[in-house]
């Protein structure tokens, strides 16, 4: 199973961009998934999530202008990010949970893709 991100690249301040990501492979099921951030020096932390159903969840940081969606006929989610800030400059990575049979689930990351955000 892979998770391949895309979209991530060089933004103004309070410009949008929207992030990408793709699971393949082996899947039987996809349970929720997520976003997370790195910037330098930091720990990496939650964006927001997304169960199957749809249910979403925020960091507070990002509410009112990040959505998060998926399509689980492609098994893709996407982030939207609009007004983005210069301290939202990070490495951004695709999460899932994804059961690869009905009896075994297992935590997937994708590599990882860069936001950078020029004041």
């Known amino acids: 199973v892979q998770l391949v991100e895309s979209g991530g690249g060089l933004v103004r301040a309070r410009g949008s961009l929207k992030l990408s990501c793709a699971a393949s492979?082996?899947?039987?099921?996809?349970?929720?998934m997520g976003w997370y951030r790195q910037a330098p020096g930091k720990q990496r932390e939650l964006v927001a999530q997304i169960t199957s159903g749809g249910s979403t969840n925020y960091a507070d940081s990002v509410k009112g202008r990040f959505t998060i969606s998926r399509d689980n006929g492609k098994n893709t989610v996407d982030l939207q990010m609009i007004c983005l800030k210069t301290e939202e400059k990070a490495v951004y990575y695709c999460n899932a949970y994804i059961q690869v049979n009905p009896d075994y689930e297992f935590e997937y990351w994708g590599q990882g893709t860069q936001v950078t955000v020029s004041s």
């Open positions: 492979g082996s899947i039987f099921r996809i349970n929720d």
